[in-house]
């Protein structure tokens, strides 16, 4: 039976609303704090010069071991690369092969895609106008490959999963650069999806970034874009039922496409904000929400050399309960974005890695059960896989709080 049971379009959403934002540009606020430290660790075994970089690692719970498991996407036909944690920094590497007809994997997720409280992992194919999923069998490894089309012309880019219409089953959304346009599959928790709803972007916006979090606090997941070309982040509140409201638009501000971006909350005030990763550029930018799905004041900062990479990751890297952001710049160093609580941020310079070394962040969390949070980092010039284990040297006397809401 195919997954796709029925094509029917269920809401099409046509019209956008704008809302125009400031941009102040700033080189980070010269706040003193701790010097972060982190310890290397190269991971043998595995390529990095092959992982597909725009997408950051998945960090979950693959094996149900209770440790965190990595899982990338690979340029090689057909794979995944799945990473199992042995709870100290380090990991046991595996290759998935994906049974099926694959071409160019952008953009993978997890979730538990069919109610059976076991991780399963959804990706799509850019040229074969598909999004995939395998079913996970609790120890690490995979179904076979489930297919659903997008149809004729499609070009995919990002994928995210999460509850739209209010049945409890996990829902797929994905990023249609050529048709301007997110796609959302329905699932019924018994590995089938049985509708689509269409929301549109705008006119040659090309959304290339896709994210779900509630944007103005009623209960229900929402969807958020990055539009390349319109040089903005679009947000579709959702009404609970599988249906959402016109896209409503902010500027990113600047002449810079961005390319990637982290929803989470970086001011502290309970409302989910936006972090954009600007192209060809050395900055990154931070959209504050508003609470009522429009976004406000862009804070842009300047990281003091030209950004390599297309991907940040985030987490609260000194243990004061605010969210930090972690990139890469062209002098071959990891740069840490130290935050507060009111959304400003202090510019740490990592000396972790050797000249001509090219770092790249890729996701945060604690790798050796230490309560600190550490880095997964790729060198793609070198092929080489990194953890970053937290010294914990900026953490205060208590308790990490792991509550603050992270949407990649």
Request: with cysteine; hydrophobic share 35%.
């Amino acid at each position: 039976m195919s997954l796709l049971e029925s094509s029917t379009t269920a809401i099409i959403s046509t019209g956008t609303q704008t809302t125009t934002s400031t941009t102040t540009t700033s080189s980070a606020e010269n706040i003193p704090t701790c010097q972060l430290k982190f310890q290397r660790i190269v991971i043998h075994g595995v390529n990095s010069s092959n992982i597909v970089i725009r997408q950051p690692a998945i960090v979950a719970d693959f094996n149900n071991d209770n440790r965190l498991d990595l899982v990338f996407l690979y340029t090689k036909p057909n794979a995944v690369n799945v990473l199992l944690g042995n709870g100290n920094g380090t990991f046991i590497v595996q290759w998935v092969l994906l049974q099926g007809s694959l071409n160019v994997l952008s953009s993978i997720t997890s979730g538990d895609l069919n109610n059976d409280k076991i991780l399963d992992l959804a990706f799509v194919d850019q040229y074969a106008n598909t999004v995939n999923i395998v079913f996970g069998n609790g120890n690490g490894t995979f179904g076979s490959v489930k297919t659903l089309s997008v149809g004729n012309g499609s070009f995919l880019q990002g994928i995210t999963v999460a509850d739209f219409n209010g049945d409890t089953y996990l829902d797929i959304a994905v990023a249609n650069e050529y048709q301007n346009n997110v796609r959302v599959f329905f699932g019924d928790g018994k590995q089938t999806f049985i509708a689509q709803t269409t929301l549109y972007t705008g006119r040659s916006s090309w959304p290339n970034a896709i994210a779900a979090a509630d944007f103005n606090s009623d209960g229900y997941k929402d969807i958020a874009v990055v539009n390349y070309y319109a040089r903005n982040v679009g947000i579709f509140l959702a009404y609970g039922n599988g249906s959402f409201q016109a896209q409503q638009t902010s500027f990113t501000g600047g002449y810079y496409n961005p390319v990637a971006f982290n929803v989470a909350d970086f001011n502290s005030d309970g409302r989910f904000d936006v972090a954009v990763l600007y192209g060809s550029d050395n900055s990154i930018g931070v959209l504050f929400g508003l609470g009522n799905g429009t976004l406000g004041s862009t804070a842009k900062f300047v990281l003091g050399d030209k950004l390599i990479t297309t991907e940040v990751a985030v987490g609260d890297f000194n243990g004061d309960g605010y969210l930090d952001i972690s990139g890469s710049t062209g002098n071959y160093t990891i740069v840490v974005l130290v935050g507060n609580k009111n959304g400003n941020f202090e510019q740490q310079v990592i000396p972790t890695f050797d000249d001509y070394d090219l770092p790249i962040p890729s996701a945060a969390g604690d790798f050796n059960g230490d309560g600190y949070q550490d880095i997964v980092s790729m060198d793609q010039w070198e092929g080489f896989l990194y953890i970053l284990l937290n010294t914990g040297q900026c953490y205060p006397n208590k308790t990490l709080d792991t509550s603050t809401p992270i949407h990649q």
